[in-house]
């Protein structure tokens, strides 16, 4: 029998290239997709789509009882910049939403979780160059915060209930075909936009901040290879650190100019800049490589090339 997937928060960014690939790989009748809305029509026409608001804990277990579910990919939440401007929103969304999940597994009525964290769990005490897996984490967003204790509570009904829950700690998340919305490395992805619409760009951070980066293809494969693992590989139970490629606003502008030579950069740091130097801008993603084989394919000149390519295309 095919494994029954529900993924909560599936019109965003991530959660939407996450459904089209697990569709393909279970097949489209066994991959439901959720979110509070039918704003993402191409999602909502490709397949199975309920209204799910990820903080009404009875919707979901309707929903799993309704498609025989297996598997929950919690998706939704309030990324760092929102959230500096919604708090408690951000601590309700992001928390209750996966209590609900957690509590459902523990109760048994699904097996498995994906819950992504973040690179925001770590802070300005975190060793700043290739952050280690286990290390100091004094987060100062309420992103950040959020994403920490949601780790240890991962952890916890891990080693009290059995629960087989897994997480990675994206980095930045570049792709072409859904925005992200309210991150601080939204930039990255806003760049390329620009770049084609208007062949200049304002950055909403300084130059040189370098901050871990990955590309959607990466970030796709490197969870359908943590989910797939056989459970005893996976030995860390709070989140693992995943690494693709590490940059600055000036070194993408550089690899934009490559393709578009009249494309220019101008510098307007505003609230985001002091949530960037809050983190890390390289991770040392040693133990995910070790324990479940992971390995990132994308260097920013390829992300250049297919993001333009592709944006160019839509
Ligand atoms: C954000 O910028 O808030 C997110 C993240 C790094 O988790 N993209």
């Known amino acids: 029998m095919s494994e029954k997937i529900l993924i909560i928060g599936a019109a965003g960014q991530i959660g939407s290239e996450l459904t089209y690939k697990l569709r393909s790989i279970h097949g489209a009748s066994n991959v439901i997709a959720s979110d509070l809305n039918y704003n993402n029509l191409e999602l909502v026409n490709s397949g199975t789509f309920e209204i799910i608001d990820a903080m009404d804990y009875a919707s979901i277990k309707i929903c799993c009882e309704k498609h025989n579910i297996d ?10 910049a929102t959230g500096e401007k919604f708090p408690m929103k951000a601590w309700d969304l992001n928390m209750e939403s996966l209590f609900h999940v957690l509590n459902l597994a523990k109760a048994k009525a699904i097996k498995k979780v994906f819950w992504p964290s973040s690179i925001a769990v770590f802070g300005p005490t975190t060793p700043k160059e290739n952050t280690p897996q286990h290390t100091t984490m004094e987060p100062t967003t309420v ?5 920490q204790v949601g780790e240890r509570w991962c952890q916890y009904y891990h080693e009290k209930y059995d629960v087989d829950v897994r997480s990675l700690r994206y980095p930045g998340i570049i792709s072409w075909k859904t925005k992200p919305g309210g991150g601080t ?21 300084s130059e040189h901040t370098a901050l871990p980066m990955m590309y959607m293809e990466d970030a796709i494969d490197a969870t359908v290879k943590l989910m797939s693992a056989d459970a005893d590989k996976i030995k860390i139970r709070s ?33 985001r800049q002091h949530i960037a130097n809050s983190w890390p801008s390289s991770i040392d ?30």
């Open 71 to 80: 598997t929950i990919y919690l998706m939704a939440a309030i990324l760092s």
């Open 143 to 147: 992103y950040g915060i959020t994403k």
């Open 185 to 205: 490395t939204d930039y990255a992805v806003e760049i390329y936009h620009e770049a084609l619409k208007h062949k200049n760009y304002e950055c909403f951070l």
């Open 239 to 271: 989140s693992y650190n995943l690494s693709g490629i590490s940059f600055t606003p000036k070194e993408v502008a550089e690899s934009i100019k490559k393709q578009i030579p009249e494309f220019e950069i101008t510098y307007n740091p505003d609230f």
């Open 285 to 314: 993603d040693s133990v995910a490589r070790q324990d479940w084989d992971w390995k990132h394919q994308f260097d920013l000149d390829q992300i250049t090339k297919d993001m333009l390519k592709n944006l160019s295309n839509k």
